[in-house]
């Protein structure tokens, strides 16, 4: 028969000390956000849940600026919602252009290799933002490649890239795919980037905003 070690400690409850946090994350939470965490729990079918969750796609669409009926909320880590956008769009055997500028390029690639995808680096320094002109050439080179992937603020160096650039500087394409961590704070909400080519229906567009 095992014996169970630690039996003996004292299981307490966790109190955590109330700290005024700085970095990109994890951050403060506001007052209001706490006390709503303290709301009952309904169930996700509850009529009241739909609708509120119909309300937060609304909202979510005028974030970030489209009329896309599939613009949802993923409650998980930023790491998620990459995951999520990228089994959703990418094909195996799917050329897509990764750009790399940081940490969470390298996982946007990592994404595209689990799966199946045919990755097209485009490398650029860490700490600059990704080279608008590094894509076209990447484009010109792959015109089968169906995916833009690159990170508008990557976090890990603080880089912002030029999303409205890399989407207009991308003709081939009908769309981009921006992995985003601050997308509609950093841009005007009136002024949807411009990317649609008629010529190339099987392009796919995605984009997710993790935690900012
Ligand atoms: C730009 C960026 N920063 C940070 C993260 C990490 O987010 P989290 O720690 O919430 O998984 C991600 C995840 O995809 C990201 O894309």
């Given at each position: 028969?095992?014996?169970?070690?630690?039996?003996?400690?004292?299981?307490?409850?966790?109190?955590?000390?109330a700290r005024r946090l700085m970095g990109?994350?994890?951050s403060d939470?506001?007052?209001?956000?706490?006390?709503?965490?303290?709301?009952?729990?309904?169930?996700?079918?509850?009529?009241?849940?739909?609708?509120?969750?119909?309300?937060?796609?609304?909202?979510?669409?005028?974030?970030?600026?489209?009329?896309?009926?599939?613009?949802?909320?993923?409650?998980?880590?930023?790491?998620?919602?990459?995951?999520?956008?990228?089994?959703?769009?990418?094909?195996?055997?799917?050329?897509?252009?990764?750009?790399?500028?940081?940490?969470?390029?390298?996982?946007?690639?990592?994404?595209?290799?689990?799966?199946?995808?045919?990755?097209?680096?485009?490398?650029?320094?860490?700490?600059?933002?990704?080279?608008?002109?590094?894509?076209?050439?990447?484009?010109?080179?792959?015109?089968?490649?169906?995916?833009?992937?690159?990170?508008?603020?990557?976090?890990?160096?603080?880089?912002?890239?030029?999303?409205?650039?890399?989407?207009?500087?991308?003709?081939?394409?009908?769309?981009?795919?921006?992995?985003?961590?601050?997308?509609?704070?950093?841009?005007?909400?009136?002024?949807?980037?411009?990317?649609?080519?008629?010529?190339?229906?099987?392009?796919?567009?995605?984009?997710?905003?993790?935690?900012?």
């Amino acid at each position: 028969m095992s014996t169970l070690t630690g039996a003996s400690k004292q299981i307490t409850s966790f109190s955590p000390p109330a700290r005024r946090l700085m970095g990109p994350g994890p951050s403060d939470i506001h007052p209001r956000v706490m006390a709503a965490l303290s709301r009952p729990t309904i169930g996700h079918l509850d009529p009241e849940f739909v609708r509120m969750m119909d309300e937060v796609k609304e909202l979510t669409q005028y974030a970030f600026q489209t009329q896309n009926r599939l613009s949802m909320v993923v409650s998980a880590p930023g790491t998620a919602g990459m995951e999520t956008a990228f089994v959703n769009l990418v094909e195996r055997g799917e050329k897509v252009i990764v750009c790399r500028n940081g940490v969470f390029g390298g996982r946007m690639l990592e994404n595209v290799l689990r799966c199946g995808g045919v990755p097209v680096i485009v490398d650029d320094t860490w700490g600059k933002p990704v080279d608008p002109e590094k894509v076209q050439a990447a484009f010109s080179s792959h015109p089968d490649a169906k995916i833009l992937a690159f990170v508008h603020a990557e976090t890990s160096t603080g880089a912002r890239s030029d999303a409205e650039t890399l989407c207009q500087y991308t003709p081939e394409a009908k769309s981009a795919y921006p992995a985003s961590r601050g997308c509609p704070p950093l841009r005007s909400a009136r002024q949807p980037w411009k990317r649609s080519n008629p010529e190339r229906p099987s392009c796919r567009a995605g984009s997710w905003i993790s935690t900012w």
